[in-house]
Nanobody, 126 residues
Framework: QVPLVESGGGSVQSGGSLRLSCLGS????????MGWFRQVPGREREGVAS???????TYGKSLRGRFTISQDNAKNTLYLQMNNLQPEDSGTYYC????????????????????WGQGTQVTVST
């Protein structure tokens, strides 16, 4: 397993931006894709975005256009640029890795991913 560490969360007002980072101890290019998920207590973990080694990206419902996922293989780091944040975007954001052959990146299925980070909190106020 490859430890993942998220950072970059914080508190912002509606319309603000944050850039989350996820540093991996191993090679993120060894996985089918990397993904970002978020969770609010009492709700299911929601897929935010994924990016495959090919560069193909997938975004969750209503997130395309506001959020951008990217990766830097040389730095072994995954990023999530979040713009025009809204209160409903609040939650704990996690990065995770999807092993090759374990699932489809575009499904954004949390159950298929492993090597979860500890999460970083994002709070958006009105």
């Amino acid at each position: 397993q490859v430890p993942l560490v998220e950072s970059g969360g914080g508190s912002v007002q509606s319309g603000g931006s944050l850039r989350l980072s996820c540093l991996g101890s191993g090679r993120i290019s060894d996985y089918e894709c990397m993904g970002w998920f978020r969770q609010v207590p009492g709700r299911e973990r929601e897929g935010v975005a994924s990016i495959a080694t090919s560069g193909t990206t997938t975004y969750g419902k209503s997130l395309r256009g506001r959020f951008t996922i990217s990766q830097d293989n040389a730095k072994n780091t995954l990023y999530l640029q979040m713009n025009n944040l809204q209160p409903e975007d609040s939650g704990t954001y996690y990065c995770a890795a999807l092993p090759r052959g374990r699932g489809w990146c575009q499904h954004l299925s949390a159950r298929a991913y492993h090597d979860w980070g500890q999460g970083t909190q994002v709070t958006v106020s009105t």
